[in-house]
């Protein structure tokens, strides 16, 4: 089993940034990468970026690329999402996600999710 929980998400103005935390805690933590998806009101929930347990390889999405960074402290079973140049675009629940590979990107390749935090960029 594995617990994800999400924290950081807020109201910020376009052109700002937040970083969004997920601690990752269970038993098989090790055995999954770590990854952030979004979902905006009435649309599916999509792929944003993916961290492997050791960190050493990490995936995004196109549309974040150059904005977002994933990282891990493996000390603090933390996960982090920088978000940084947000746009109104941007708003949506952001969900932590426990997956087998990090190249994974589609929501069926999920074992576990946390419960979401909210991110509104306002124009």
């Known amino acids: 089993q594995v617990q994800l929980v999400e924290s950081g998400g807020g109201l910020v103005q376009a052109g700002g940034s937040l970083r969004l935390s997920c601690a990752v805690s269970?038993?098989?933590?090790?055995?999954?990468?770590t990854a952030w998806f979004l979902q905006a009101p009435g649309k599916e929930r999509d792929f944003v970026a993916a961290?492997?347990?050791?960190?050493?390889?990490?995936h995004y999405a196109d549309s974040v690329k150059g904005r977002f960074t994933i990282s891990r402290d493996n000390a603090k079973k933390t996960v982090y999402l920088q978000m940084n140049s947000l746009n109104p675009e941007d708003t949506a629940d952001y969900y932590c996600?426990?997956?087998?590979?990090?190249?994974?990107?589609?929501?069926?390749?999920?074992?576990?999710w946390g419960t979401g935090t909210l991110v509104t960029v306002s124009s």
């Open positions: 269970g038993r098989t933590i090790s055995s999954y990468a």
């Open positions: 996600a426990a997956q087998t590979l990090v190249y994974y990107v589609r929501t069926a390749g999920v074992h576990y």
């Open positions: 961290i492997s347990w050791s960190g050493g390889s990490t």
